[in-house]
């Protein structure tokens, strides 16, 4: 039963995250390039080589890929966060969400090869590259508040 509410768990905040990191992107690269497909499109880089970090429209071949590759990692970074006890608090709750957060950052730029770097470096301000992670962090701890107590 216990692998059913970890599973559960993960797929909730999963999709949460996912929402909610995609749609800060599309915001974060309108503010940092006027293109807001751009730093999804950069995630491509992944699929696609170095170029596809400077496609700036929106289409199947980047926009999709970026979105789904995104939604991949966002799917790991919540099962790795329902690994973690369930808080008991607003307080807890945004400390496992800060530690998941911090640790995807650190992987994300110091562990993982050029290649699986998310790309959307290439694309964005510092300050919208923390600003990412931070949403990463609300919505995980949103979603761990919302889920509390059932399971």
Not at 47 to 75: Q, S
Not at 127 to 134: D, E, I, P, R, V
């Amino acid at each position: 039963m216990a692998i059913f509410r970890f599973i559960a768990r993960s797929l909730l905040t999963s999709a949460v995250t996912s929402a909610a990191t995609t749609a800060a992107l599309c915001l974060l690269s309108s503010r940092d390039t006027g293109r807001p497909a751009a730093a999804l499109n950069a995630v491509s880089h992944i699929l696609w080589g170095d170029a596809a970090a400077k496609y700036d429209a929106w289409d199947i071949r980047h926009t999709l890929a970026g979105t789904v590759l995104n939604a991949g990692a966002m799917g790991m970074w919540s099962a790795v966060h329902a690994c973690l006890p369930q808080p008991r608090s607003v307080l807890g709750a945004a400390r496992n969400a800060t530690i998941v957060s911090a640790l995807a950052y650190v992987t994300d730029y110091h562990v993982v090869p050029h290649r699986l770097k998310p790309g959307f470096e290439q694309r964005l301000s510092g300050k919208s590259l923390f600003g990412t992670y931070a949403v990463l962090a609300a919505s995980l701890a949103a979603s761990s508040l919302a889920t509390r107590g059932r399971g």
